[in-house]
């Protein structure tokens, strides 16, 4: 496992997950997992905002974030729900090698930085590329991976396995491929979780915004519950 490398671009893949409890829970039977639709846009990203401080999307605001996910949500697959009744309380957003932004993803990025947000974007990619320079030597994500993105859940509704249950259900889009997740080193309980689904530290960083980052990887031939088939 490499360690001690800086790469830019962290926050991105931050993942928050329920405290894990004493003893694995039960997903309630009321709890639907499915494939997002447009229809769950807005409440996805409610859940997102209400879950995440990453640096880029406070900079230009909610049309970022909502430009992101509706380019995702178009694409059937890239975002699973969680729903109980017919409201969302969770989701998963999923990377898929070699699929370009939305137009309208890029599009926000160019009004963010229209609307008078061009020297903080350009701050942070000064730093990114002296962070870049720096972890030269740090492990990049393996060529064609799947990565677990974002994954919420609601805070009334956690500790209910809905997260664990989300994960499964990404991970099944693609059950041959290498997959990777990125979360900070203190987020134990999110890395003691995504072990058992047969994870493992492959790098870690320093991040441009001081914080120690890890990343994870599960390899083919691994079972959901981590064990080797």
């Keep these: 496992m490499v360690r001690h490398g800086i790469q830019p671009r962290p926050a ?34 409610d859940l ?3 879950t995440f401080h990453d640096g880029i999307g406070p900079l230009l605001g909610r ?12 694409r059937s697959g890239h975002v699973t729900v969680a729903c109980q009744g017919d409201l969302v309380v969770g989701f998963v957003s999923v990377r898929v090698p ?6 309208p993803f890029r599009a926000a990025i160019g009004h963010g930085i229209r609307g008078g947000t061009v020297f903080a974007v350009a701050w942070r990619g000064l730093r990114a590329l002296y962070h870049e320079v720096r972890g030269r030597g740090a492990a990049k994500p393996p060529l064609g991976a799947w990565a677990i993105d974002y994954i919420a859940v ?5 500790g209910q396995g809905i997260a664990s249950a989300l994960v499964r259900a990404a991970m099944d889009l693609a059950p ?3 997959w990777v997740v990125t979360t900070t080193v203190d987020n134990r309980a ?19 915004d001081a914080r120690r980052y890890v990343r994870l990887r599960r390899d083919p031939g691994i079972s959901r ?5």
């Design 154 to 158: 609601d805070a009334r509704h956690r």
């Design 48 to 50: 997102h905002a209400a």
């Design 190 to 208: 999110a890395i003691r979780a995504y072990q058992k689904a047969g994870f493992h530290e492959h790098a870690s960083w320093i991040g441009f």
């Design 98 to 103: 070699g699929v370009a932004l939305e137009r």
């Design 12 to 45: 991105r893949a931050v993942i928050a997950l329920e405290s894990e409890p004493s003893a694995a829970p039960v997903v309630p039977a009321t709890t639907r997992i499915r494939v997002g639709r447009s229809g769950d846009l807005e409440r996805v990203v």
């Design 225 to 229: 519950d981590g064990a080797r088939e």
């Design 176 to 178: 041959d491929q290498i």
């Design 63 to 74: 049309k970022w974030t909502r430009a992101r996910y509706a380019g995702l949500l178009a």
